[in-house]
């Protein structure tokens, strides 16, 4: 499977948009990049997915680059409840697929 | 609303003793669902994978007769965490998709566990 690579940390102001990266520039052609979050103390939350095409839906929006080697979420007006650590994972379709979460980005929203 | 539900949320037990972590899925049937444990800031760990009807996988490292799975019925599976030691003081969570083959996963909230 690809390996993803996240920034460790970042922090965006209330109302803002927080654009988090992600870079996977071993994918293949087949596999597709989803992103969950985990909010201090609580079970992973999916988000959104994608194969190359950009996504949005009522929580986000995910760029893929044309190359697909990288990828940025987007929570276009990021509020204190979306401090969360956010994590980009790279899996292909079907089969037995079991999510394996890396280090991800902790966001801190701060007012 | 949540669609995997765990129970106990949190827990707290003697050294020695066993403790038992349900994982439902509420309204979709799970054939497979996953264990995953979670050390202070760090990332989840894949235990094992919890298959309804035949044994579960365990992932390297994970020792089947200490970590118990049984996965009786398509919207249960538990982890009985036998013999507890403090060193199994972590978060337990647990994940399904809602159809075979789906990879979006549905995770519960988790399982604090402290052994004391």
């Known amino acids: 499977d690809a390996k993803t690579t996240q920034p460790p940390s970042m922090d965006c102001a209330e109302g803002r948009a927080a654009n988090l990266p992600c870079n996977h520039s071993?994918?293949?052609?087949?596999?597709?990049v989803y992103w969950y979050r985990q909010i201090h103390s609580q079970g992973p939350q999916y988000i959104i997915h994608?194969?190359?095409n950009n996504e949005t839906n009522e929580m986000a929006s995910l760029i893929i680059t044309e190359d697909r080697k990288s990828s940025t979420l987007i929570l276009p007006h990021a509020t204190l409840r979306d401090t969360a650590v956010y994590y980009c994972?790279?899996?292909?379709?079907?089969?037995?697929?079991?999510?394996?979460f890396g280090r991800g980005t902790s966001l801190i929203v701060h007012p | 609303g949540a669609v995997v539900s765990q129970h106990p949320s949190w827990v707290i037990c003697k050294s020695g003793t066993s403790v038992k972590i349900e994982c439902r899925s509420l309204?979709?049937?799970?054939?497979?669902m996953f264990w995953y444990r979670q050390f202070p800031k760090q990332s989840l760990m894949l235990m094992a994978t919890s298959n309804e009807g035949s044994k579960a996988t365990y992932e390297q490292g994970v020792e089947k007769d200490k970590f118990l799975i049984n996965h009786a019925s398509l919207t249960l599976s538990t982890l009985t965490v036998t013999s507890a030691h403090p060193e199994d003081s972590s978060f337990y969570i647990c994940s399904a998709p809602r159809r075979t083959g789906e990879n979006i996963q549905y995770f519960g909230a988790g399982t604090r566990l402290s052994v004391l």
């Open positions: 071993t994918i293949s052609g087949n596999e597709y």
């Open positions: 994608g194969l190359k």
């Open positions: 309204d979709f049937q799970a054939t497979t």
């Open positions: 994972i790279v899996r292909g379709q079907g089969g037995s697929y079991i999510p394996t």
